[in-house]
């Protein structure tokens, strides 16, 4: 009977999901303001939730631990980023719920290329979205596949389609209501079980939590400080700048950005982005995990590392209890992420890119039916994509991901706060930033010498970028005339 209790749990969670999803979209008005807004009800504990298991994807179970036996301490940046990723999202997110209320308003890009009164600026933001959805989509498709393999047997491809067909089916009934709700099932889910094996398993291996970093003291203590094993050192800078995108692009993701939609009030918003820092709880014992990997003979060093710490015959093996939550907290952590990924990716390119962009007149409920094919879509490009990205370090398919939109950062913030910033200062900035990340991009694959000629200290992409977009939203701002006032009030707030 131990085979049958990981794919019990597996396939039960999955069952649970489908069904709070799908009756979660059963209270749907039916038109395209209330499946990507939720008709801007959610309340405290939704919000949390929706913040919270939106945000920890697949990769904190997977590339925690990994990170932590590649390169030590340089995984504490995690809780440094987190810590006061959502401090921007405090001062502007009110005002950005209040603007989207009043002026209708349901997409990130929607709103900016409204307040820079350009088209281009919504469907560059709405395409570019699609663009960084796509590695951190097979991050979680990644996840999912190693899940279903290990419990399985099934090849990483065929366990990923199986769980994403759940997902994207309770995404197209449920809409965002259905997202919210199996997101607050989900993200409890993952705080309990990764508590309970974050303390469980250095007690059961070595003693305590305390025993352990004894023993890490004694025996490998670079992985306690930076720059890290002398294997994979981590400089200053490349630690400052990844701590810094992740900071700035941390409430810059359109799928987080667009929760401030749907929050039931504009206290509520600020209310999420102060309570939001303990939900960095959960990575906690993440970290611990991956110091308990670090002392055992045989640990790999790819995101199996957790997977197979847990199986080990000490701990049940793979037939045991604790083997089955963990593949239960990685689905649902991948879920969590891969069904606002998938509801993001579809309501962004209709919203922003076909109606906004294009100018393409379609009434609530055909943006609906166009939403959910494209959620359709998306879920099988992702597919595709992980058949052949399969080698590819979930770390650094986070990082690219996270390069693009940190350069909605600049638009954003000119766009709430600064009224002489126009039209042509936000489609140059937005463009020549946007540019930049993928110059950068393809030479450190096709050229590493002019990458390195580019960034000689070895910056995140998506820093450099953000600094020219920022320089050229500026100049340009104070060299051209500023909008019109009328146009500019529609954005003030009382």
Not at 7 to 31: K, M
Request: aromatic share 10%; glycine share 12%; net charge positive.
């Amino acid at each position: 009977m131990g085979e049958l209790l990981a794919p019990a749990v597996v396939f039960g969670y999955l069952g649970v999901a489908a069904v709070i999803g799908i009756l979660a979209g059963r209270r749907s008005a039916g038109g395209a303001t209330d499946f990507v807004a939720g008709e801007r009800a959610f309340g405290p504990l939704v919000m949390y939730f929706v913040m919270g298991a939106t945000v920890f994807s697949a990769y904190a179970l997977l590339g925690t631990p990994q990170r932590v036996i590649a390169k030590g301490s340089d995984a504490f940046y995690i809780l440094a980023y987190g810590a006061v990723g959502f401090a921007p999202l405090f001062f502007f997110g009110a005002r950005v719920r209040r603007i989207g209320a009043r002026e209708g308003f349901v997409t990130q890009a929607e709103l900016i290329g409204a307040r820079f009164g350009s088209r281009r600026v919504t469907a560059l933001m709405g395409a570019a979205t699609l663009v960084a959805f796509l590695p951190y989509m097979v991050i979680q498709l990644k996840g999912a596949g190693i899940v279903m393999e290990a419990v399985m047997g099934w090849p990483p491809l065929v366990g990923a389609a199986v769980v994403y067909a759940v997902v994207t089916g309770y995404v197209i009934v449920g809409g965002m209501r259905g997202v919210g709700w199996t997101n607050v099932v989900q993200g409890a889910a993952m705080l309990v079980v990764v508590w309970v094996l974050g303390l469980t398993i250095p007690e059961r291996l070595f003693g305590g939590v305390e025993a352990m970093f004894d023993r890490v003291v004694a025996e490998r203590p670079e992985w306690l400080v930076l720059p890290g094993p002398a294997s994979a050192p981590t400089t200053p800078f490349q630690y400052s700048s990844e701590v810094l995108v992740s900071i700035l692009g941390f409430s810059m993701w359109p799928q987080v950005f667009m929760k401030c939609f749907t929050a039931r009030s504009a206290r509520l918003v600020q209310l999420t982005a102060v309570v939001y820092p303990t939900f960095l709880l959960f990575l906690v014992p993440l970290l611990l995990l991956g110091y308990a990997a670090l002392l055992l003979p045989g640990a790999p060093t790819d995101e199996n590392v957790l997977l197979w710490l847990v199986s080990r015959p000490e701990l049940g093996g793979a037939e045991g209890l604790t083997f089955a939550f963990v593949s239960f907290a990685i689905l649902a952590a991948s879920m969590s992420t891969g069904d606002a990924l998938l509801h993001g990716g579809g309501s962004i390119l209709v919203r922003d890119v076909l109606v906004g962009g294009l100018g393409w007149d379609l009434d609530e409920r055909a943006q609906t039916r166009w939403m959910r094919g494209t959620i359709l879509a998306l879920g099988v490009i992702g597919l595709a994509l992980l058949a052949v990205a399969d080698r590819i370090s979930v770390v650094d398919l986070l990082l690219l991901a996270y390069a693009i939109p940190i350069q909605f950062l600049p638009p954003v913030l000119a766009g709430l706060y600064w009224r002489r910033a126009n039209r042509r200062a936000g489609e140059w900035g937005l463009g020549l930033g946007l540019a930049a990340v993928v110059v950068l991009f393809a030479a450190s694959l096709a050229a590493p010498g002019l990458y390195a000629a580019l960034n000689p200290l070895g910056l995140q992409i998506g820093v450099i970028g953000v600094v020219i977009n920022t320089a050229a939203i500026v100049l340009l701002s104070l060299l051209t005339p500023p909008m019109a006032r009328s146009h500019l009030d529609r954005f003030e707030v009382p």
